[in-house]
């Protein structure tokens, strides 16, 4: 990828053992393979739209189109930062930072999943550390959202660890089904008493005017 083209490509977010960065292609493909790994329990969705419930090979190729589909999309009113992470080079999962006239608002929300076979090993917290050290040292952040299924207890432990308070419930339709999210907010004060990881940002500055700054 040409960088001098899309400077959000130089970015790279470092953590002890992380490293979140844009994917070129090579680790796009990597990504679309976890992906159709497998990335939760096939018996439950824990995800408000249900991307994962098709076979390997289509989940695979969706979560593709969904990363080059957040760059070909980008706006500085309204965008998505889709980062793929990495322990030792290679890919566990994929961190997203989203919001909407962040220039104004300041305030943006989060997303993730793993592949299965790096889950309970603590990189749920600390990819998401890393993108709120992006949000609010980098970025300069007011808040953060982020939600999840009232039964999905793993995430919501990431955002408790993380100083997140709640902030009421909502109800969606998934597959047919109503299900209960709780949303959950971080504000700059909590997240500077939450902190404990050591987040190094590289390279951010060309890439500002991006995100309207």
Known sequence: MAPQVWPLY??????PRLELRLPDLDLLGELAESAAAGVHDE???PFTVP????GPEERGRATFQYVLGTLANWRA??????????RDGQVVGLQDLSAADFAVTREAGTGSWLGLAHQGQGYGTEMRAAVLHLAFA???????TSSAMTDNPASLRVSEKLGYVPDGLAVTSVQGVARTLRRLRLNR?????HRSLPVEIHDLAPGLPLFGL
């Open 138 to 144: 980098g970025l300069g952040a007011r808040a953060v």
């Open 51 to 54: 991307w994962t419930a098709v």
């Open 43 to 45: 018996t439950r969705m």
């Open 189 to 193: 004060a909590d997240w500077e008493a």
């Open 77 to 86: 009113e309204d965008w998505t930062l889709s980062l793929v992470v990495l």
């Open 10 to 15: 130089r970015l790279r977010i470092t953590t």
